[in-house]
């Protein structure tokens, strides 16, 4: 079993548990810990999903406060809808090119090229 393969299911964890912590919050720190720990361990593919699992909970968490900041402006609600409908994006985004055993962002920007 090579590296890539050990760390496939752990990575597919994680990935689950960010995006049902878009609904209850907390499982997404369990996620990032894990995506923490994992790093570095199973290879680069599987590390490139962590790091970007790491980048996409970070921003979510700046604008998550950008958008409670602006609440009251009521621009903060879109901030807020459209930060959650982006992380959940990005976590299925990875969730299929993991299933395709392929490095991120490397495999949104291949698409993307296929498309032009």
Known sequence: MTDQQKGHGVTIAAYILHLLGAI?????????????????????????????????????????IIGAITWFLFVGWIV?????????????RGLICLADDKPMPACV????????
């Open 109 to 116: 920007q291949q698409n993307q090229d296929t498309k032009s």
């Open 80 to 92: 807020l809808l459209v930060t959650w409908v982006w992380y959940i994006y990005r976590h299925i």
């Open 24 to 64: 209850t919050g907390i499982l997404s720190v369990v996620a990032l810990i894990i995506n923490y720990v994992k790093r570095g361990d199973d290879g680069a593919v599987m590390d490139s999903h962590h790091t970007w699992m790491i980048h996409t909970f970070w921003w979510a968490i700046l604008w998550c």
